[in-house]
């Protein structure tokens, strides 16, 4: 990655860490952000009544709360308007039924796709009632069946399923994960992931299982810590 994209990262990761710090999960319709690849800064806005928020989103780290209305998509606008001088859609986000906190992972694409976006934007429940602090949060992103070994707790996932898995943080190290394309419990095929991940009874983990052009399967993790009261 380029110099000059790496020290654009870090400065806007910085900028965000005092608002994420003391940020408290709140009970309503609110989003985090996160970026799949390029930092988004000051490039994309949406509105909620009659209010603008402008939108920063790092690789790094989740963003800041951001509200929104409970409806079928957030829509997300950029600079660019029609002929009408109306402000163009740049990316979509779908509001999964009966989601109330969201997690939003956004990936520029290289060119515009047949609606005119230039983002893809992927939507994750975030509800600490279903995803508690204390607990490591599994989706399947791949198109593979695969298999999780996390500290003993063992589990498959079919495409596009969930798994939660809360887990006593460890009194030393980290906890153990294996991580394998199988298709059941029982298969002992050999594992393609193994590790070590730190835990704490005050973090909580998304971890995206993605699929590498070669087959394997590549953990993402993003990760939070609860505030403080």
């Not at 606008?77 to 999964?96: C, F, K, L, S």
């Not at 009966?98 to 983002?119: E, H, I, Q, V």
């Not at 495409?159 to 898995?165: A, E, F, K, R």
């Not at 394309?181 to 193994?194: H, L």
Request: hydrophobic share 40%; proline share 7%.
């Amino acid at each position: 990655m380029p110099l000059r994209s790496l020290i654009r990262i870090s400065l806007l990761a910085i900028l965000m860490l005092p608002a994420q710090s003391h940020a408290e999960l709140r009970d309503g319709n609110y989003f985090q952000a996160i970026s799949a690849n390029d930092p988004i800064a000051k490039e994309l806005w949406y509105s909620v009544g009659a209010k603008k928020y402008v939108i920063g989103v790092t690789s790094a780290m989740r963003g800041i709360d951001y509200p929104y209305v409970a409806d079928k998509s957030i829509i997300f606008y950029g600079a660019r308007v029609d002929a009408n001088a109306q402000p163009m859609p740049e990316a979509i986000a779908t509001i999964p039924p009966g989601a109330t906190r969201l997690l939003l992972r956004f990936t520029k694409l290289s060119s515009p796709d047949d609606r005119g976006l230039r983002y893809r934007v992927d939507s994750f429940k975030d509800d600490s009632r279903t995803f508690p602090f204390g607990s490591f949060h599994f989706i399947n992103t791949s198109t593979q069946h695969v298999k999780i070994n996390l500290a003993g707790t063992a589990a498959v996932l079919a495409p596009g399923g969930v798994s939660n898995i809360l887990s006593e943080p460890p009194e030393r190290g980290d906890v153990s994960i294996q991580i394998s394309v199988a298709s059941n419990e029982t298969d002992n095929s050999a594992p393609m992931y193994t590790n070590g991940w730190s835990h704490r009874s005050d973090l909580r983990t998304l971890v995206l299982l993605t699929e590498q052009a070669n087959g394997c399967i590549k953990p993402l993790r993003y990760r939070q810590t609860e505030p403080s009261n």
